[in-house]
Structures are given as C-alpha cells and as structure tokens.
C-alpha cells in the first residue's frame, strides 16, 4: 500500500472508531453528570451521541495532522469515559 | 507513521477546510448514494403504508366500499360486560401471565381483543368474540390475498428484511449521511446564492444545480429524518451510557423498565380478586379526558395488582400536539389509589422520554393529518433526488475528464459505479412497481403468497443490477427508465384486467386511497418516460466534450474539489 493510501485509511478508522470511542466517552460522562433522573439522563445522553460523532467525524477529516486527529479522538474518549465511570451513579 | 512523511504526501486535508469537506462529502456520499437512494424512496412510499396496503387488497377494498353506504354500526355500550369476558377468558386460557392486556374497544368495527406475556417470553394475543368471549379462529387465510402491503416498505427502509443487520446496515448508512450533509453544507460556501441558480440543459452544471437546489430546499427535513430515523434504535447503536448506567448485566431491560414501565409492581405472593375494572375505565376517562383504549392488568389475582388505563388519541387531538403519547393512569388496585397520570402528550419520566417520542412522531409523521403525510412524501422525494442527483453528478463530471483516483483500474471502478447507479436509481424505482404488479400477477391461493411477493421485489432488483451490467450505460439506462415508465402507467391496466376495478369506479365509490395509488403511478410513469427520453436525446460523450472547457473556467469550489 502507498504511504497516501495507509494514511487515508488510518484516517478513516480514527473517524469510524477514535469518533466512536469518543462518542460514547461524552455519552457516558453526560450520563452521569446530568442534573436529571438516571433514566432521563441515559436518555439526553442517547439521543445527543449522533450530534458528537458527526461533529467528531467531521474534525477528523479537516484537521491536517493525523496524529492529532487520532489523539483529539482517544484522550478525550478515555478522560470522558473514565470520569463518567468514575461518577456513574449507583443502582438507585 | 512519521511527521515527515506526513507532509510530503498531498491529503485533501492539506488543501484546506473546504476542499478536505468536499472530498469528505464526496466520497462519503458516493459509496452510500445507492443504498440512501433505496431507503429514501421506500421511506417516502412508507407515508402512504396504508394507502398502499389498500390497493393491494382490492377485495377488502371493494366489500369495504359495499358497505360504505351504511349508516355505521351502534357504538358499542357493554364495556363492562366485554371487560368481564376478557378477564374470564384470561383467567382460563392464560392465568400464569404477568401481564393481561384487553382492548375492549368501543368504535365501530372493532371487537375485543386479549394480549399477555407469555410466562417463557413473547407477546401473545387473541381476538375475542365480543358477546360469548370464545377465541375466534381466522381460519379463512384461502380466500385472501396474502400481502405485506404497504408495510414491506417500511420493512425495508429500516431494516432491508434481515433484521438485527439490516437496521445495523441503515444505522451506519444514516450516521455517514449525517457527516455526508455537514460536509456538503461546509464545502457549499454560496448555498443560499446557488439555491437561486438554475441552468438547465447545461450538463454537470445542471445537475450540480439540480443537486444543491434539492438539498438546500429541504435540508432541515434532511437533518430530521436522518436524526430522527437514528433515534429509534439509539440504545442499540450507542449503548455505553445505558450500561455505565445500570450495570453490565441486563442493563438495556432495566433502562427499558425505568422508561416505559413505570412503577411497575413487584409480586407480593398475597392473593388478591380482580375487582370490577370498569369504574377504573370510568375515573380514568375523567382523569386524561380520552376515552379508554386499552386496559393493562400487571400481576392478576395478586395484591400487588395494578391497572393502567390507555387512551385514544382522537385525529383532531394529532393535529394539536407532535407526540403520539395518549393519555394513561394507573390505580393499584388493592387500595383504589390512583397512582399515576399522564395527560395525553405528556411523558412518564421527563424531557427526554418526551424528546425521544416527539422525534419518533416527527419520524413517521404521525401528527399533522393528510396536509403532513403528502409534505413528507414530497421533501422524501426530493432527499431520494438529492441521492440520486449526487450519485450522478459524480459520474458526469468525470465523463469528461478522469481524475484518475483509482490508478490503471480508474475506468473500471467509473464503469462500477455506473451500473451501481443505474441499478439503484431505475433498478430500485422498477423493483418498487413490480413488487405492486406481483400482487396481481401471483395466485391468491399461493403459499407463503406475501413472501413471493418481496422476493419478486428483490429478484427483479437483482435482475435490473445484470442488465446494467451487461448493457452500455445509455441503452441501460433509456431500457430501464422505459421499463419502470411503462410499468407505472400500465398499473391502472393490469388492476382493470385482473380485479376489475379502475379509476372512475374508484372515483365513483370515493375510493381516493386506491386512486391515490393509481395516480401516483401514472405521475411517477410520466416522470420516468419523461427521463428516458432525454437520456435518448442526449449529446454523446464526444459532443459534451467539445462544450467542456466553457464549463470549467467557471466551476464553483465544489466542481473544482469534488
């Protein structure tokens, strides 16, 4: 594969997963910091997860370097997602 | 991969914003056109499922018209007795369920209907006779004509008839339109301009107008549908937060119960009889102002026993509000206490529950009446063009001059795409009529009759993706579009010779969602006859050539990056 090519695609697997992780990363922390009952939060943090992969996807694609699209989708993915675990509320 | 390498290789991402969008939107939109074009158009045919499903069953069509002159039956008045009925039949034929729920509907032409979980899992449910309560067998399956109706196309447009994959499928092609509409709308810098620009007959400047006008046009509707059709299965295509949530193990029935099971009891192992439920349906009626539709029994003969009273959502009460949510209250049963109250529209947990059903009712229109169903039908179709303008474009553009993106295998990969566009664009349009003229064409006695039927829809798109393949893409297309043209204006021709009705006999009995169908075929057939004569008529490859330069002096920053 040429250079151009590896790089084409490593791009599009930091839109499909890096933008996945990364959406469920916020999903998460949304779930658990929302001021709202844990269904409704869920729910607000559901329904808000496709406006955070597009805007994500869309990033990955403008921005230059790709090794700061790739970090610009994973740390943020991991700081979300474990602070979001971190404070997912109980079985109450 | 190193920094250096980086920057000596040329990315679409190195020319700038927009030129990174416009190859985003490109691309992104090339290789989910075809499907997006089959799933917008039998979305749009989805808005008249029920239209639809009425012309394919012309016999029920016709005994309903038999009888339309009648004054209708007496609305029914013995709730309470078929309430009893119900609960005598449940108590015999199904007393270990958890879950009892009767519609003892009251308006004409409806009987009494039973439904319950079963204790292994599963819905079931049985049709009473409304004066004796005896299960009635619908043993008549012969005399029918089997059909999907209109339902095979909202079948196909969410899950393409395979299930768990098919809605996965819809899922993934929906998000990526998602990012095919933001990048296109960046990459467009004079969208509100160029939406005032038409130049017809003027090759890919014409469609490139063609495809901007569409979008523009109805871009907000674009947004919703797309985000609104994600929305279904949300907690299936992003599931983290309801398993963060509530657990690893069953984390999706625990949400489902916090969201739409409410406060439902536990069993108390008490015994407890079921009283009279019709004075609930009494106080439930003055509590949401609907009448009673549905009637919901959790834990029968158990003190922990509740009852929730569903009502019915009146058409002039959808033509007020966007949420499809009817009234609801619950009463436990062992003290009488009313427990809860949803007021119709309202929501059982908050905001968000509300949100997720309004983008549902904005989904499938379910509000807003005849004057919505034909608004979502039109912008349908004019996110079906904007499809299939785009998957054209693509090719028009490089009819004239390669770009070479794929190396020596460039001509191939362009040859590809043409048959793909044919396939789904005629190919689709041609599968969808002949899946109506297989309703006519295949014995009603058939087996497995409404099987045959979609399997006609798919082997008939399979055949059109063979003929383009095999054909030059002009013939191709002028053969296909010829095809789907006569197939649509004859449809009122093949109904007159193998059921015997037709449109002025429609027109007469005031029939107007079969003449609907009717209508809308010869249009659809007028359109098609209509493209494939200037497919015919248009200049061959080498004359577009001569006329190209004029074109690309001009070219906007779409033509120049897409």
Known sequence: MKPVHMMLLSRVLAAVFGGY????????LLSSILPLSRVEAVQTATLSAFVVYTCAVIWVFAVQDLRRAWLGMLLPAIACGSLGLLLARGAA | MSMKLEK?????????????????????????????????????????????????????AIEEAKHANEPPPPKVTDRAQRLQL?????????????????????????GLSAYWFQPQGGYGAADLDPLTGKQIEHGHAGVQRATQGGHHFVDFHYELHAGRIGVWIVGITTMIMLVALVSGVITHKRIFKDFFTFRPA???????????????????????????????????????????????????????????????????????????????????????GQEIRAV?????????????????????????????????????????????????????TGGAALTRNVMSSLHMASFGGLPMRWLYFLCGLAGTAMMGTGAVLFLVKRRQKSLGEFGAATPRVYRLVACMNIAAIAGLSIACISY???????????????????????????????????RSEKRAWIEQLGLLAALCLLLPLLN??????????????????????????????????WGAR??????SAAAAKKTAPANINRSTTMENNA
């Open chain 2, 296 to 348: 919901v029994l959790d834990n029968p003969n158990d003190a922990s026993m509740r009852v929730c009273m569903y009502g019915w959502n009146e058409d002039s009460g959808l033509l007020e509000r966007i949420s499809a949510n009817t009234g609801r209250a619950c009463y436990a049963l062992a003290t009488g206490l009313e427990t809860a109250v949803r007021q119709p529209g309202g929501s059982d």
């Open chain 2, 86 to 110: 119900a609960l005598d039949f449940m108590a015999k034929a199904h007393p270990k369920a958890d879950m009892w729920e009767i519609w003892p509907v009251q308006r004409p032409g409806q």
């Open chain 1, 21 to 28: 992780a990364l959406t469920s990363g916020v999903a998460v």
């Open chain 2, 534 to 539: 200037k497919v015919g008529t248009r200049k």
């Open chain 2, 8 to 60: 000596a290789v040329k990315t679409p991402q190195s020319g700038g914003l927009r030129q990174a969008m416009a190859w985003l939107h490109t691309w992104s939109g090339l290789w989910i056109s075809w499907l997006l074009f089959a799933i917008f158009l039998t979305g749009t045919l989805s808005v008249f499922e029920e239209p639809i499903g009425h012309w394919m069953q012309p016999e029920h």
């Open chain 2, 436 to 470: 109506l003229w297989a309703n006519r064409l295949i014995p009603i006695g058939q087996e497995l009759r409404a099987g045959w039927e979609v399997r006609a829809f798919f082997g008939v798109w399979c055949l059109t993706l063979l003929h383009a393949c095999l």
């Open chain 2, 202 to 288: 003027k090759g890919q400047r014409s469609w490139l107008d063609a495809h901007n006008a569409v979008a523009v046009l109805t871009l907000p509707f674009q947004f919703m549908i797309a985000y609104t059709g994600l929305v279904f299965f949300a907690d299936d295509y992003v599931p983290a937060p309801v398993v963060a949530q509530y657990g690893v193990d069953n984390a999706k029935k625990s949400f489902l119960a916090d969201w739409n099971d409410v406060g439902k009891p536990a069993r108390s192992g008490q015994p407890l009889a079921i009283p009279d439920l019709e004075q609930f349906a009494l106080r439930a009626e003055q509590a949401i």
């Open chain 2, 496 to 529: 007159l010779l193998t059921t015997g009705d037709n449109l002025a006999a429609q027109y007469a009995r005031g029939d107007w969602e079969s003449a609907g169908v009717e209508l809308c075929a010869i249009a659809f057939g007028l359109l098609a006859a």
